[in-house]
């Protein structure tokens, strides 16, 4: 949800709701009334508990609130904010805090009902902080945003534990019960049903699992001017003649800046001018990384930037958080990997998986100097949202698969598959003088 600096009706918050990255792909439940019963469950078992000892990485927010009062009252005026659109949220610093003790103690459980799902616990506890506007300046506070990254990788080494399997079971509410079979075509992927835990030794083992190879085959072995899917999902944006610099701000024009966009990569320059692919990966899809191309692998970088920041928009838009998917390409948590192919003339193809709201790790799996061969697994994702964008150098290839209008982002775009075509080498495409 984007800020807005007068009050919004009611029909303006549950559109901004329904708006939500963690909404879109089903992270989220469907009735919002659901995220406020969660909020008033926290404050309630808040209040019972009193003060008591923090974990570790909430107690370094709370040492940091501590000492920085200027960061301390932006965010008591963020909560008082949020309270104006969910009056039964969390009241004060010390309740939020509790909420997110529980958050790094818990694996999330599979729920039936869409309108129950509440898989991304801390976009359900900051979703209205969120909307308004001081959170616009909190979300992007680099000493908030650090301390939120300690709480996500305590987290995250809780779902690498064996203790997270707890969820994975074939009750009703497990992650291998009949309804999640369904809901996620468990039948595609490697599952051990002799094993009471399917087999996966933490909750984040599942939900990167193995697809087997006969559920997604490999359009290069038939093809070799193709360019294949780097992962499932469904397209978000196209955007040509991308820029060294641009407006990454703009929420009607959604432009990658490629010096933020490939962070650190030195021949950053050799992209103007092409293309930018992004795709979105809902809950359902499949999370590990292929390589696009036949190369080397000339460049990797895990760039630590944003998680929970959303573009600003001074009036109200409903679209304005799926849209920010583009926005969260150039700043947020996110890899980097620069394939150099070894193909026909398809140059070089750069990999940029993105961490979006509740990411726990972008993994990269392959370092500088790997050769791969298309269809070969480079990395994953661990629990949270995401996104991949693939960025092409100019007249280098045509996108084949279906993408809509340059700049406008979609959250029901076309299907894209692991080892489908998306891109061929353009026939006019030769070999030009690299920037290095």
């Not at 078992?45 to 009193?50: D, I, Q, V, Y």
Request: hydrophobic share 35%; charged share 25%; aromatic share 10%.
């Amino acid at each position: 949800m984007t800020t807005v600096t007068t009050p919004m009706t009611e029909v303006e918050i549950e559109a901004r709701y329904q708006s939500l990255f963690g909404h879109a792909a089903g992270y989220l439940p469907r009735d919002r009334g659901t995220v406020d019963d969660w909020q008033a469950m926290m404050r309630k078992k808040a209040g019972e508990r009193g003060r008591a000892d923090h974990v570790p990485s909430v107690r370094a927010l709370q040492v940091l609130l501590e000492n920085d009062p200027t960061l301390r009252d932006r965010v008591t005026r963020t909560i008082k904010e949020a309270l104006r659109l969910n009056p039964r949220g969390i009241e004060n610093t010390e309740q939020l805090l509790f909420a997110l003790d529980e958050i790094t103690r818990t694996a999330p459980s599979y729920r039936w009902n869409p309108k129950q799902r509440i898989y991304f616990p801390m976009s359900t506890l900051f979703c209205y902080m969120m909307a308004v506007e001081e959170g616009w300046t909190l979300f992007r506070d680099q000493r908030f945003n650090n301390a939120l990254r300690g709480i996500l990788r305590a987290w995250c080494q809780y779902l690498d534990s064996p203790e997270s399997r707890h969820v994975l079971h074939r009750n009703r509410d497990g992650w291998l019960s009949r309804p999640a079979c369904e809901d996620f075509k468990l039948y595609e992927f490697d599952v051990d049903w002799d094993d009471e835990h399917g087999g996966f030794t933490s909750y984040n083992d599942f939900f990167h699992r193995p697809i087997k190879p006969e559920f997604r085959p490999n359009d290069a072995l038939t093809d070799p001017r193709a360019v294949v899917s780097v992962n499932d999902g469904s397209v978000a944006n196209f955007y040509p003649d991308v820029q060294l610099d641009d407006d990454i701000l703009d929420i009607k024009d959604q432009r990658y800046s490629l010096r933020m966009l490939l962070g650190g990569y030195g021949g950053t320059a050799g992209f103007v001018g092409g293309e930018v692919l992004q795709s979105f990966l809902s809950g359902a899809n499949y999370h590990r990384l292929h390589a696009p191309v036949d190369g080397e692998i000339e460049y990797v970088e895990t760039v630590e930037g944003l998680m929970f920041s959303e573009l600003y928009s001074s009036q109200v838009d409903p679209s304005a958080g799926t849209l920010s998917q583009g926005y969260q390409a150039n700043v947020n948590t996110r890899g980097i990997v620069v394939v150099n192919s070894t193909g026909p003339a398809i140059g070089r193809v750069g990999v940029v998986p993105v961490g979006i709201t509740e990411i726990s790790s972008v993994a990269i799996t392959v370092e500088k100097g790997t050769r791969v061969q298309r269809g070969q697994e480079i990395g994953h994702f661990s629990y949270g949202g995401s996104s991949v964008c693939l960025v092409f150098e100019p007249d280098r290839v045509d996108i084949v698969v279906p993408h809509g209008q340059p700049g406008v982002v979609t959250d029901d775009g076309a299907p894209i598959f692991v080892n489908s075509t998306i891109a061929r080498m353009t026939n006019a495409a030769q070999e030009p003088p690299r920037q290095r």
